[in-house]
């Protein structure tokens, strides 16, 4: 998506080859008209999804999958990041390893919100490992819930998350794919 | 707010006659057109106040923020926890009680997403003892930042936080204040 991509040319920070920051419009400050854009194109990308719910984890997905949910006129739930799983029954529970965080969380949506007639679209605004995708897609396996596809805005296409869900067969739509970063100009490289 | 307390009425359900558990529409699933609303009833309130930034704390918050953020065309910010201050200087931090979950955390803002030019409506989903918006008003503080007003969609007008921030001369505009709930029949007394 051009809109994006230039928006990280122009504000994004490349810290690393590794590491880049877009808090100034994407996950601390953030641009709604940039998330109302995005939520369009996906919008317009999974036209032929029964898509009934979208789905996300907090706390940087959540503003993203609200403007998407209201795109796409369907509620949104975002999973919760808990210090211990609770295990009374009324959750499903997974745990996921945080490489930025180095621990393991564990998180939880509550039976109520997400079951077999659910048709939904994960949304996140960042895959590079795909930890934190891995642990909401087996949440929606527990429930029976099918995923229609997964909607990332910014995929690190040199680490593994994206191309190993593919793999497995799952639409993944992400907006931007950064191929690579160069620290000492700060030029980053889009997969076309 | 009427269609804020009609919803609460239909689907919030009484834990106790301190607890309200609103997960199905507000905090865990997020009925965004819900949020449309609610942000139209700020928009209206708060027409003569020249707001250019909406401020929340993740996670609960930043949904309703960014809906709120858009109807005012303007930027949100969510301020994040975390497990230790930062003291880099980069950023605006204060300590929060959290009777919840009865621990003390960190919240951080970066001092480029909020400055003296700042005119600020603080976003969150419930108020009850006020700790954490106590919080986000040091930051806007130490900021030098404008608090316009504070927008809270569930008050719990039996806890402390809303009127003392009122008493203080804070502009809170709580869309639906609970004065009374009963846990043995479930009603729920809303303030006039």
């Given at each position: 998506m051009r809109l994006l991509e230039e928006?990280?040319?122009?504000?994004?920070?490349?810290?690393?080859?590794?590491?880049?920051?877009?808090d100034s419009f994407l996950n601390?400050?953030?641009?709604?008209?940039?998330?109302?854009?995005?939520?369009?194109?996906?919008?317009?990308?999974?036209?032929?999804?029964?898509?009934?719910?979208?789905?996300t984890i907090e706390a940087s997905g959540i503003g993203i999958a609200a403007v998407v949910a209201e795109e796409f006129g369907v509620p949104a739930v975002f999973a919760?990041?808990?210090?211990?799983?609770n295990i009374d029954g009324t959750y499903y529970a997974t745990s996921v390893r945080s490489f930025t965080h180095q621990r393991v969380y564990s998180v939880i949506v509550s039976t109520r919100f997400l079951g077999p007639d659910?048709?939904?679209?994960?949304?996140?605004?960042?895959m590079a490992n795909g930890c934190a995708m891995d642990g909401l897609l087996q949440i929606c396996d527990a429930a029976g819930a099918t995923v229609e596809g997964?909607?990332?805005?910014?995929?690190?296409?040199?680490?593994?998350?994206?191309?190993?869900?593919?793999?497995?067969?799952?639409?993944v739509?992400?907006?931007?794919?950064?191929?690579?970063?160069?620290?000492?100009?700060?030029?980053?490289?889009?997969?076309?």
């Amino acid at each position: 998506m051009r809109l994006l991509e230039e928006r990280i040319r122009r504000d994004g920070v490349v810290k690393s080859d590794q590491v880049l920051k877009v808090d100034s419009f994407l996950n601390h400050q953030m641009d709604i008209g940039l998330f109302r854009a995005m939520a369009r194109q996906w919008r317009q990308d999974f036209a032929d999804a029964p898509i009934n719910k979208v789905l996300t984890i907090e706390a940087s997905g959540i503003g993203i999958a609200a403007v998407v949910a209201e795109e796409f006129g369907v509620p949104a739930v975002f999973a919760k990041k808990s210090e211990s799983i609770n295990i009374d029954g009324t959750y499903y529970a997974t745990s996921v390893r945080s490489f930025t965080h180095q621990r393991v969380y564990s998180v939880i949506v509550s039976t109520r919100f997400l079951g077999p007639d659910d048709h939904v679209l994960v949304i996140d605004d960042f895959m590079a490992n795909g930890c934190a995708m891995d642990g909401l897609l087996q949440i929606c396996d527990a429930a029976g819930a099918t995923v229609e596809g997964v909607g990332i805005a910014i995929e690190k296409g040199f680490q593994p998350g994206g191309d190993r869900l593919r793999q497995r067969g799952i639409r993944v739509d992400s907006l931007a794919i950064v191929e690579s970063m160069d620290p000492q100009t700060g030029d980053i490289t889009f997969r076309d």
